[in-house]
């Protein structure tokens, strides 16, 4: 079931992603295909524009990511340049069967190469799904 017909499952889905007014949100990997009613209920969400480049420390990265777009360590570590110390990236992958679709294994082993944890995922339209991304708390291995 697609929320495109109704800004209320859109804002609810921004608030699914744990975003709140005032957080810096930089947008990485932006296509024609990303879903553009979430990206206006993020920016309603944090009450700001998605911004590109970064020209302060960011609360939070979304990163559009495809199976095709090249490889994932790097695209999550580039992630990680503007990004705050307590920051997250949402990680927005095509849903199985659709264009793009990444394996959930090689998403995890991305993200532990990167120095990610993996938190949650949850379904945020008809094609994408998120998976948050956060910095390990204590020591690095």
Not at 102 to 111: G, I, M, P, T
């Amino acid at each position: 079931m697609s929320t495109a017909a109704g800004a209320s499952g859109d804002s609810q889905v921004a608030s699914k992603l744990g975003l709140t007014a005032g957080q810096v949100v930089q947008e990485l990997g932006w296509d024609d295909d990303v879903d553009d009613d979430l990206r206006v209920a993020i920016e309603d969400t944090v009450e700001g524009e998605l911004v590109e480049e970064a020209v302060e420390a960011v609360d939070v990265v979304l990163l559009w990511w495809r199976a095709e777009d090249g490889d994932l360590v790097d695209g999550l570590v580039d992630s990680l340049t503007d990004l705050t110390d307590t920051g997250y990236i949402w990680l927005m992958t095509p849903k199985v069967g659709r264009d793009g679709y990444v394996d959930a294994s090689d998403l995890s082993e991305a993200a532990i190469t990167a120095g990610l944890a993996q938190t949650v995922s949850v379904s945020v339209s008809t094609d994408w799904a998120a998976t948050k991304l956060v910095r390990p708390r204590g020591t690095r291995r």
